[in-house]
Nanobody, 112 residues
Framework: QVQLVESGGGLVQAGGSLRLSCATS????????MGWYRQAPGKERELVAR???????SYGDSVLGRFTISRDNAKNTHYLQMNSLKPEDTAVYYC??????WGQGTQVTVSS
């Protein structure tokens, strides 16, 4: 059974930082691309960042230069470091594994 467990969400003021973590089990972590998505109220889920099994990264335009995705294959965990947060970053953040498995979501709220 594949499980993705997120942690690290919360409330932060604009300009602040948060780091999200996603611990994965049930798949061969090192062979899979991993990602982060987010969904704000009334909006569709959108890609935030993705990292391939080889470590190549890609980002959504709205977070480029502010967010960094990384992975630790020894811990079966990937991360999203979020800096210079803006109120428009407020959303539920979901981690994804292998383009098919999802975490339960963690709320990130950025106050102005």
């Amino acid at each position: 059974q594949v499980q993705l467990v997120e942690s690290g969400g919360g409330l932060v003021q604009a300009g602040g930082s948060l780091r999200l973590s996603c611990a994965t089990s049930g798949i061969i972590f090192s062979l899979n691309a991993m990602g982060w998505y987010r969904q704000a109220p009334g909006k569709e889920r959108e890609l935030v960042a993705r990292i391939t099994s080889g470590g190549s990264t890609s980002y959504g335009d709205s977070v480029l230069g502010r967010f960094t995705i990384s992975r630790d294959n020894a811990k079966n965990t990937h991360y999203l470091q979020m800096n210079s947060l803006k109120p428009e970053d407020t959303a539920v953040y979901y981690c994804q594994a292998g383009f098919r498995y999802w975490g339960q979501g963690t709320q990130v709220t950025v106050s102005s």
